[in-house]
Structure formats: structure tokens, C-alpha cells
């Protein structure tokens, strides 16, 4: 069955409002929402949610949710030809570059330079290619923790794509634990784990939250990486609390910027001392310690 598009054109600034509106308002519905420049450099963004079906209540419910913002553009429409969108959307990946580590799509492999960290996610089912703002933000925070920290065990939890663990697992060369609630994307996860040929240091478990006995037999890490939701992540704070080394580093996204300040509120009460937050694309990353 074909989508309809629905898209807003905006300024970057503007954008990127509009985006973390309609993401929360939309948090609970599972409809895929994106932003991103059409012409590089150009400055304008495209806000786009996509919908199988009742186009014109989706339409009706982005106006209300975006109703406070002024000069609001018009909501466009589209409609989606069925194809195989994965294939299709990687002719648009560009690789991104953080620190020494490059993320890349199979078909830029040929950019890789000596010296870099060089992790192959191509486009897929499960979250994270390296390219959202969150995911940046977490690689951004991993290349300052490992230049001063050498953790020996780590989880990623909500692995997604399994990006994180891998970054991790290529760059300390440790065991990374890494899990989703989704088995789908557990599945994508593991995929990943062999195509970087870190399948020996990697494991990979479909479980929600701390709820597998894998945890029991893994525990304590000194580095957890959590790209989740910000409620989930306040939800998890005792949980990260007891699974966490004292001393260990904690790297918590998908945060808005927002609600930054409820997140270090939670987990402060759980002991945690922040040590930095880093701003990207209307997300945040926060690094904290035990």
C-alpha cells in the first residue's frame, strides 16, 4: 500500500521547531517523522510525517499541535509510490564523521581514510545511521569518554541499529552488550555486528528495559549508552543506577532539549553527577558519572 507524504517547508531554525513539536505530539503514534535539507547548504528544511490512511485527520491534528507557532508554512502533500524505500533513501546518506569515527553507507566505503573508525550501517528497519542528531550527539560523547576513561564493559541499551555498540566495541575493543525491546531491530543489530566483523566482542538480546536474566549474568558495566526516549530514560534511573560501576560513565539521548533538565533532575536523585550536555539539531546528549 502506497504513503501519503505530509510535509512543511521551513527556515533551519524554524524547522527544527516545528520537528520537535509535531515528535512529541506524535511520540505515542509510531508514524515516521523526519527533517532534513533537500539542497545542501540551502538552509531550508522538509518536516514530513507519513500516513497509510485518514490523511485529512493527520493534517487536521499537525495544524492544532503547531497552532501556537507563527508564519506557520503550509502542510503539503505527496503521495508515496510503493518501492523499496531502504535502497532508494541511501543514495542520500552521506557519511558522517565524528572524531575518528566515520558511519557509512555500502556505498562509501571507498571514503574510509587511515586512521578512521570506520562503522557501515546502511539504511534499514532500525533506528540510528549515524546521521539523526541524537546519534551524532552519543559518538560526540563516546570520542571525549574514551579519550580519558578505559571502561571494560559496556551496554548499549536500545541498540537500534547496533551503531553505538559497535563504535564502542571498535574503539576500546571490549565486550558491549547490546539490546532493543524491538526484535526486529535486534535483529538489524546483529546484522551490523557482522558486517563490522565485531561479533565476538558484541552480544545482542531483545529484551525491554533490564528485564532479562542477561543482565544479572552481565553486570556491573562502567559505560551505558541509552539513545531511548527521555521518559523511558527517567523511568530507568534506578535501574541504570544498579547496573552502573561507581565511577562509570553514563550517556543518555533522545532527549528535547526540553526536558534536559527533568532527565539530570531524575537521575541526580539517583546519585549521578552531570558532567556535560551537548546541544545538536534540537536534541541533547548528556554525559554523567557515578
Not at 557509512?104 to 540510528?128: P, W
Amino acid at each position: 500500500m502506497g504513503q501519503t507524504r505530509l510535509f512543511l517547508t521551513a527556515p533551519r531554525e524554524q524547522a527544527e521547531t516545528i520537528f520537535s513539536v509535531l515528535d512529541t505530539h506524535f511520540e505515542d503514534d509510531g508514524l515516521p517523522i523526519s527533517i532534513f535539507e533537500p539542497e545542501e547548504d540551502s538552509g531550508i528544511f522538509q518536516i514530513s510525517i507519513y500516513a497509510e490512511d485518514n490523511v485529512d485527520g493527520l493534517e487536521k491534528r499537525i495544524l492544532e499541535s503547531l497552532q501556537d507557532i507563527v508564519s506557520l508554512p503550509p502542510v503539503e502533500r505527496e503521495v508515496v509510490p510503493d518501492m523499496d524505500w531502504v535502497s532508494h533513501s541511501l543514495e542520500g546518506l552521506r557519511p558522517v564523521r565524528v572524531g575518528r569515527f566515520l558511519v557509512h553507507g555500502s556505498h562509501d566505503r571507498q571514503l574510509q581514510r587511515i586512521g578512521d573508525i570506520a562503522i557501515e550501517i546502511d539504511a534499514g528497519l532500525a533506528f540510528g545511521t549515524g546521521h539523526h542528531g541524537t546519534t551524532a550527539g552519543c559518538l560526540n560523547a563516546l570520542v571525549d569518554i574514551l579519550k580519558s576513561e578505559r571502561p571494560r564493559n559496556a551496554l548499549d541499551l536500545g541498540t537500534g541499529s547496533a551503531v553505538l555498540a559497535i563504535a564502542v566495541a571498535k574503539a576500546a575493543r571490549i565486550p558491549v552488550l547490546a539490546t532493543d525491546i524491538d526484535p526486529v531491530a535486534t535483529g538489524v543489530a546483529r546484522a551490523n555486528v557482522r558486517l563490522n566483523g565485531v561479533p565476538s566482542l558484541v552480544e545482542t538480546h531483545t529484551a525491554p528495559g533490564f528485564h532479562h536474566n542477561i543482565f544479572a549474568r552481565k553486570k556491573p558495566f562502567d559505560l551505558i549508552v541509552a539513545n531511548i526516549l527521555a521518559r523511558p530514560l527517567m523511568a530507568l534511573a534506578p535501574d541504570m543506577a544498579r547496573h552502573l560501576t561507581s565511577g562509570g560513565s553514563l550517556v543518555l539521548s533522545g532527549i528535547l532539549e526540553r526536558q534536559r533538565r527533568a532527565v539530570v533532575a531524575a537521575y541526580g536523585g539517583q546519585g549521578f553527577r552531570h558532567v556535560r550536555t551537548q546541544a545538536r539539531e534540537g536534541w541533547v546528549t548528556i554525559h554523567l558519572k557515578r
